[in-house]
Nanobody, 123 residues
Framework: QVQLVESGGGLVQAGGSLRLSCAASGSILSINTMGWYRQAPGQQRELVADMHSGGVQNYRDSVKGRCTISRGNAKNTVYLQMNSLKPEDTAVYYC?????????????????WGQGTQVTVSS
């Protein structure tokens, strides 16, 4: 099994910054994609940013220029640096990974999610 453990959420004033961290552990053959999603109350879960193994990055339009996704040296960690935070960024942020694992005698890509970390931006 694969576990994703997040940290770094909290309460911050508008205009402030937070850095989210996520570490993947377990029986990992390789990681295809790591990223961050968020879900506000009453809203659907939405992509914030992700990074693919080839280095391609995707960002939600509303966070472009304010957020930066990066991978750690160990390659099983992902960070989200969030600057100039706005009240509308308030949500539970979930780490996501698409990971190749060996299961049922096969090499398969599977999706995994962290438990979520609350980010609250006060106005």
């Amino acid at each position: 099994q694969v576990q994703l453990v997040e940290s770094g959420g909290g309460l911050v004033q508008a205009g402030g910054s937070l850095r989210l961290s996520c570490a993947a552990s377990g029986s990992i053959l390789s990681i295809n994609t790591m990223g961050w999603y968020r879900q506000a109350p009453g809203q659907q879960r939405e992509l914030v940013a992700d990074m693919h193994s080839g280095g391609v990055q995707n960002y939600r339009d509303s966070v472009k220029g304010r957020c930066t996704i990066s991978r750690g040296n160990a390659k099983n960690t992902v960070y989200l640096q969030m600057n100039s935070l706005k009240p509308e960024d308030t949500a539970v942020y979930y780490c996501y990974a698409n990971v190749r694992v060996w299961i049922y005698g096969m090499d398969k890509p599977l999706d995994y999610w962290g438990q979520g970390t609350q980010v609250t931006v006060s106005s």
